[in-house]
């Protein structure tokens, strides 16, 4: 289109130069001459603009061509960064979104345990006051008998599972237990079948005398210093054979040479011994010998009181050995040391206690079936 519109262009401007030539002809005919230089001369000049207006025609559409391929891509790459940034503005808004939308349903959760505790401590909050108040307005005369008896047991639990005291145990379920009887309620036969039962388990328990056993062991501990230690032990001395005098006369040279050494031997001794003597212990080891014992004494008196057997008797065994090696043994204060050790290292302190009280769950179970059957009667009353 561009070329056929320079050309029409063009066109008009040839016909006008020819309408001016026409005139001048008109007006002078008698320059022939110069009317023929200015017909050849307005000739090359359209020439010229023919060729220009081919050149145009090819050139343009290219350019045109070359500014719409730059256009459509600079408009590509507006589109892709125009697109990156739309999914990144949506992957923005989703993550927030999505925080908010946790954030809202953990504030919604949150809430909802917070209405389900309150509303399970205000459920509470009723049932204790509807159990106190039909405590208060359903009580029997002879309830404080079983309350009493449900407190003895707990007694008897605590001082036997806290204290290991059995004997304490048992008479506080004694106690309980002529509670109970005195209710006279057949209803409460399960009730003392397990009571019987759990008093026979303690009875059956040894007693062992932890007091007695640690009062023992202290007093050796301080025995320890006033033992006495035993001297360097030493090899046992050859026997040498006396020589005998002679009643035979004719001996006289040999017994007087027997005599004369007897003589001499009253003077000087000598004994051989065969073997290397024990050394007497430096006064540092007495007094490491003397403490480690005590300290094996302590172990043992600990291991009394937490019931670990094994621990007990191989600290007492171990005291037991350092005090027959290093300690006089022909003393009297060693050997009543030696046999107490002995006698205290055969001591069986480790006793099995039981896990529990059978009388706990039942009578427990007992008040609250009770508790109950009041509650059930003080609501039918108000319906």
Partial sequence: MTSKDKNNSIEPETDITAQEIAKDKAKAPNKDIKKEHIHNKAAPNSMRLGWLAIALSIVLPSGVAYYS?????????????????????KTTIQQ?????????????ENAAQNAETR?????????????ALADVKGRHPNDWLLAEADYLVKLAGRKLFLEHD???????????DQRIATLNDPSLVPLRQSM???????????????????????????QVDNLPLANA?????Q?????????DIHDWKSNLLTSLKDFSQNFITFRTRDGSAIPLLSPQQHFYLRENIKAKLETAIKAVYIGQQNIYSTALT??????????????SMVNEFNSALALLSKQNIHVDYPVKLETQQVLSDVIQDRLRRDVATLITEDK
Avoid: C, H
């Fill in 166 to 176: 059995a004997a304490s145990a048992t008479e506080l379920m004694e106690s309980a």
């Fill in 239 to 247: 026997k040498n054979e006396q020589p005998s005098v002679s009643t």
């Fill in 119 to 131: 509303l399970a401590q205000q459920q509470r909050s009723i049932n204790s006051l509807q159990l």
């Fill in 233 to 237: 032990i030493l090899p046992d001395t």
């Fill in 196 to 222: 019987s039962n759990d008093i026979m388990t303690l009875k059956s328990i040894p007693i062992i005398d932890k007091d007695g056993l640690v009062l023992r062991l202290t007093s050796l501990q301080q």
């Fill in 96 to 108: 927030e979104l999505n925080a908010n939308q946790e954030a809202t349903v953990s504030k919604v």
């Fill in 69 to 89: 391929y730059e256009q459509n891509a600079q408009y590509e790459i507006q589109i892709s960064s125009l697109q990156a940034q739309l999914m990144q503005a």
């Fill in 318 to 331: 171990t005291a037991d050995n350092w005090s027959s090696t290093y300690f006089n043994q022909e003393s």
